[in-house]
């Protein structure tokens, strides 16, 4: 067995790619069904977010189950395998489980050390236990990874005043233009990334700002918490008549396909109109035809990586305390990972001692006659439990305990030959 991620990110692959590559939250148990059908792979968990997409899995076949995974994501994402694999990375064993830790810490993040990804892999967790796409080892993984998170962010100072992408956007928008206060600004949806949009921009002064969502009551809750910004809140069918009067438009919604297109804009925006498009949706919700339009200033995600650039300066020297506690975790983890070889043995050891104290067991209490077996047997029955427990106890303490993998393997192979066991591998 092996412990294997296959997957893409801000740093591999453009945002053209990584949204057709995306897998929403409703999609999700369709992949896992899907991918645990393949005979080679046993567990599989899938991250999908605005920055990333990756496939950790538990491979019986390392090779063609890493194969497994990537055509499963060229015929998803409809790109040719042989195109897709120059965004993809693969990583095996330590290196997976460190990788995991990583993304968990935000330390993989386009922003370093933002607390988002955090949330995302405790949704990864959730919705593969959901739709039984873990196990044993993976389980562990990821609450391991969530238990690492949450160190590096109360045990170092990295969050400490990290930007995220909605805040970056703010800081994008404010280098672009001139008195950010005094525009007219419309934010499409409700979301998380939508509400730190409203608090940054509630920070520079910002008062004049649509809210554009399906919902009406979620938009609402947004607003309560932002009395300040005095937010207009508007249903989805307003949307275009509300970008016709706008300066400045954040997207951030669910949508899989574009929800403003060149063709819906220039219906509705005067011939000399200029307008600001940033977008920090995956999938975009801006179609790429927009970039074309004279008066339209269209940013995504991937233009964020400039004012994010000057963010990583200043948390080097926080990361490199974060990665410390990393490893910490990423051995706790291999030390557990490695003691699970010793679990048929200690099975099969364990099941051939109950068989012999059971057969002598028996044995004794027919000699003992019918009516001083019935009387005594519970506590006959207990005292041969105690035995075998006690004598087994510490043997399988130092067997697990065991650092060195050499001498575990020789002290394996003695006690396998010593009682004539049978194994059936489990864990490698």
Sequence with gaps: MNIVVVGLSHKTAPVGIREKLSIPEGKIEAA?????????????????????????AVAKETETGVQAIAQFLAEYGHIYLHELRRYLFVLLR????????????????????????????????????????????????????????????????????AVSISSAAVELADAKVEHLENYRISIIGAGKMSRLLVQHLAAKGCQNIALVNRSHTRAQELADKFPEAKLQIHLLPEMMNVIANSDLVFTSTGATEPILTKGNLEAVLKP???????????????????????????????DLKAVVAQNHATRRQMAQEAEALLEEEVEAYVVWWRSLETV??????????????????????????????????????????????????????????????????????????????????QYS
Excluded: W
């Design 94 to 161: 330590q290196d997976a489980l460190r990788h995991l830790m990583r993304v968990s810490a935000g330390l993989e993040s386009l922003v370093l050390g933002e607390g988002q990804i955090l949330a995302q892999v405790k949704t990864t967790h959730k919705l593969a236990q959901k739709y039984k796409g873990l196990g044993r080892l993976l389980d562990r993984l990821f609450k391991q990874a969530m238990t690492a998170g949450k160190r590096v962010r109360t045990e170092t100072n990295i969050g400490t005043g």
């Design 344 to 425: 048929p043995t200690i099975s099969s050891l364990r099941n051939k001692i109950e068989d012999i104290r059971e057969q002598e067991l028996e044995k004794a209490l027919s000699r003992l006659g019918s009516e001083f077996a019935e009387k005594h047997q519970e506590v006959i029955e207990a005292l041969t439990r105690g035995i075998v427990n006690k004598i087994l106890h510490e043997p399988m303490v130092q067997l697990r305990a065991q650092q060195d993998i050499e001498a575990r393997h020789r002290c394996l192979q003695s006690l396998q030959m010593l009682f004539d066991l049978e194994i059936e591998e």
């Design 272 to 302: 000399d109109q200029e307008l600001m498009l940033i977008d920090i949706s995956v999938p975009l919700n801006v179609a790429t035809d927009v970039a074309t339009m004279p008066n339209v200033a269209s940013y995504n995600v991937d």
């Design 32 to 56: 896992i069904t899907q991918l645990k059908s393949y005979p080679h792979l046993d567990e599989v968990a899938i991250i999908s977010t605005c920055n990333r997409l990756e496939i950790y």
